[in-house]
């Protein structure tokens, strides 16, 4: 059984998102998914996400790709996560080829760099959805 690690935060899980996880357990039989917690979005990713933890590992627990969401708490447990899984490959989209934060797996397992979708990211949903924010007044029914 060939198993695949990936991580990520997967917040407002889109198209973008599903389709890395697809192409990610294409590349072996057994999908795990660490999953970025609330705590290391916050201190060292810089980012308040929309779904908190356990709500975004529901949704990821739900997709035919995905077989086991553990947490990612800090950038530093990738190698003991690559060992205690006996991980053979570790993928992550093209915005992370080349990174120090994964370059250095190569001595443990493969580390496959797959395209991102473009067009799509959760910045982008959470901006488009602000623009289109209901102006006050306006979804009043009228006298
Ligand atoms: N992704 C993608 N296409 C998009 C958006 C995201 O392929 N349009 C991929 C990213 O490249 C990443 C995964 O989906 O591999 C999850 O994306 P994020 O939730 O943004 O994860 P990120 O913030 O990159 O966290 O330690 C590594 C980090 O936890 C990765």
Same mark, same amino acid.
Do not use: P, R
């Given at each position: 059984m060939k198993r695949v690690l990936t991580y990520g935060t997967f917040d407002l899980l889109h198209y973008g998102h599903i389709r890395l996880l697809k192409r990610a357990k =294409?590349?072996?039989?057994?999908?795990?998914?660490?999953?970025?917690?609330? =705590?290391?979005?916050?201190?060292?990713?810089g980012k308040t996400t929309y779904h908190n933890f356990e709500t975004r590992k529901e949704m990821l627990e739900a997709l035919r790709y995905v077989d086991l969401v553990i947490p990612e708490k800090n950038w530093e447990q990738k190698a003991d996560d690559v060992q205690n899984f006996f991980v053979d490959t570790v993928v992550m989209g093209g915005d992370w080829a080349g990174s120090t934060k994964f370059e250095y797996l190569k001595d443990y397992c493969d580390v496959v760099y797959l395209d991102r979708t473009s067009g799509v990211s959760t910045t982008k949903i959470k901006e488009e959805l602000k623009l289109h924010e209901p102006v006050s007044g306006t979804n009043q029914i009228p006298e």
């Open positions: =294409e590349q072996g039989d057994y999908l795990i998914v660490a999953l970025s917690t609330d =705590e290391f979005n916050l201190s060292e990713k």
